[in-house]
């Protein structure tokens, strides 16, 4: 970029920022809650993902975005933006949503197809929480039964990391899993979908990494020349080059295998975050990958699997990829930021995600809390949000920690979900057709009404608003705007005002656009 262009273009970002009213959104997902952005401390796209997706992509509430091909760092001082980079800001209308649609028609216009569809329609159970690093036969078919046993529809089964032998290789651990061919078939029978967790990297001193190295498959330090260590939050290991088509090629075919032996239906994809490859001065077959490449590259080999899930992206909006959201503390703050990191997913084009597990995935939180010492509001509040957006998964098992009374409530809510089955499908079709989000920020289906700071409630399509309580309270302000509404117990109200309403735990309120 000439001296000149850079000026003009950091001249332009200026005037395009300095509108006295104008918002901006974007970038990161795990940034979703902080946003629209006011004062962002230094936040580098290259090294940092907020434990979430990422794009280069910023949204402003006046119609402008702005895009760039390569990371950058950035902060924001009073909701100016400072990118570290010229950046020249487009304006293509003169709301969130058309910003929104002008950037995804150019940069990640969406193809037509869909992730495996029984992710949306059906609740998913992750066997995470439960048995963390104790992945085993007979706990996982002892969690499934309790699924079913405890009314809760069949779906989607994730079998969460440590079932393999190591990392690079891809079978069953022996010593825990005495049959997992039979365990799979019975999963099937009782309905499910079973998808395995794998991740990039690869145990040294296994022929696996012997093999991978004296093909050329593994990333390699850019000093020595020899395989890099990458460190990563399960310790040190090699880690595949998958910017070489040869060595992605040899890792599905791998995962294929896995398949065609096991009967698993699809993978869960992590550890594909960028600091993962920030550890290491990396040479890599494609010589000017940077960390975000990597991710891009890990990214790509979902593409092959309709069941798949990320937790961290790049640039892969538009795709048909599964995206959940980052690991939550069990926490009520954690509850508060499910909704607008859902809708930031959106807007950077993640349109199929899921809010994390149901009460949080942070594992740790579950480990000092005894039975009957759980906040159980919290769980089933946690549920409520899940229940109205594309996808909603278990994890901690509801019957192992809740009254029956509040079991009650969360079986209700996955019912809930398979009853707005229907209406969700249309519109994952819509997005894959259209890119319009599935879950949408207030300001981006209203757009100049005061709601770009609601957060605690989001539109499912254009015809229902959903506003769960996200905190300990019974009650809420509801912020309906102009129509006709009618709630989820039957009742119409007028729209255009805000509304003070009563929720027993037991309610998750919701509003159908009537007129």
Same mark, same amino acid.
């Given at each position: ?305 309709? +069941?798949? %899930? ?6 892969? $909006?538009?795709?048909? @990829? &599964?995206?959940?959201?980052? =690991? ?122 005061? +709601?770009? %700071? ?6 499912? $399509?254009?015809?229902? @608003? &959903?506003?769960?309580?996200? =905190? ?44």
């Amino acid at each position: 970029m000439s001296r000149l262009t850079a000026i003009v273009s950091a001249l332009l970002l200026s005037l395009a920022c300095s509108a006295q009213d104008e918002l901006w959104w974007g970038v990161s997902v795990g940034l979703g809650h902080e946003q629209p952005f006011t004062n962002q401390p230094l936040f580098d796209l290259n090294t940092e993902d907020a434990n979430n997706q990422l794009a280069p992509l910023f949204l402003s509430s006046e119609g402008y975005y702005i895009w760039s091909n390569v990371p950058f760092n950035f902060t924001t001082k009073d909701g100016h933006l400072r990118p570290s980079i010229p950046l020249a800001p487009v304006r293509v209308g003169h709301c969130l949503r058309d910003a929104y649609l002008g950037a995804q028609a150019r940069f990640f216009p969406f193809n037509g197809q869909l992730p495996d569809t029984l992710l949306f329609v059906r609740p998913q159970y992750n066997t995470w929480i439960e048995l963390m690093y104790d992945q085993n036969q007979a706990d996982i078919l002892r969690y499934a039964r309790a699924v079913i046993d405890n009314g809760f529809p069949a779906g989607v089964l994730m079998i969460d990391d440590n079932w393999q032998r190591y990392y690079g290789d891809f079978h069953f651990k022996a010593e825990r899993f005495p049959d997992p061919k039979a365990m799979i078939r019975e999963l099937h029978r009782l309905g499910f979908k079973v998808m395995v967790w794998v991740c990039p990297f690869v145990s040294p001193d296994t022929p696996e990494y012997r093999d991978l190295a004296a093909s050329g498959y593994l990333l390699k330090d850019r000093d020595t020349n020899t395989v890099a260590v990458l460190n990563w939050w399960n310790g040190q290991s090699a880690c595949y080059d998958l910017t070489n088509p040869k060595a992605a090629e040899h890792f599905v075919s791998r995962l294929r295998q896995a398949q065609a032996e096991y009967g698993i239906d699809g993978f869960k994809f992590d550890a594909g975050d960028n600091s993962c490859y920030a550890s290491a001065k990396l040479r890599a077959f494609d010589t000017t990958a940077t960390n975000v490449d990597h991710t891009a590259s890990w990214a790509k080999i979902g593409l092959q699997f309709p +069941l798949n %899930e990320y937790r961290a992206c790049w640039k892969m $909006g538009g795709q048909p @990829l &599964v995206q959940r959201l980052g =690991d939550k503390d069990y926490s009520w703050e954690a509850v508060q930021q499910l909704i607008p990191q859902m809708c930031v997913a959106g807007l950077l084009g993640y349109a199929y995600a899921c809010p994390d597990m149901i009460g949080g995935g942070q594992y740790t939180a579950f480990l000092y809390i005894r039975p009957g010492e759980f906040d159980e509001a919290l769980i089933v509040r946690s549920a409520q949000v899940h229940a109205l957006m594309p996808m909603m998964q278990f994890s901690v098992a509801p019957w192992r920690i809740l009254s029956p009374e509040n079991l009650a409530i969360v079986q209700r809510m996955a019912k809930l979900h398979t009853e707005f089955a229907p209406y969700i499908m249309r519109y994952a079709h819509k997005a894959a057709e259209t890119g319009e989000p599935i879950v949408r920020l207030m300001e981006y289906q209203f757009p100049h009404q005061g +709601l770009a %700071e609601v957060k605690d409630q989001f539109m499912l $399509g254009d015809r229902y @608003l &959903v506003a769960p309580v996200v =905190d300990d309270r019974l009650e809420r302000d509801v912020i309906l705007p102009a129509g006709t509404w009618r709630d989820d117990q039957g009742k119409k109200y007028k729209g255009g005002k805000t509304y003070h309403i009563e929720v027993p735990l037991e309610r998750l309120p919701y509003f159908e656009l009537i007129k």
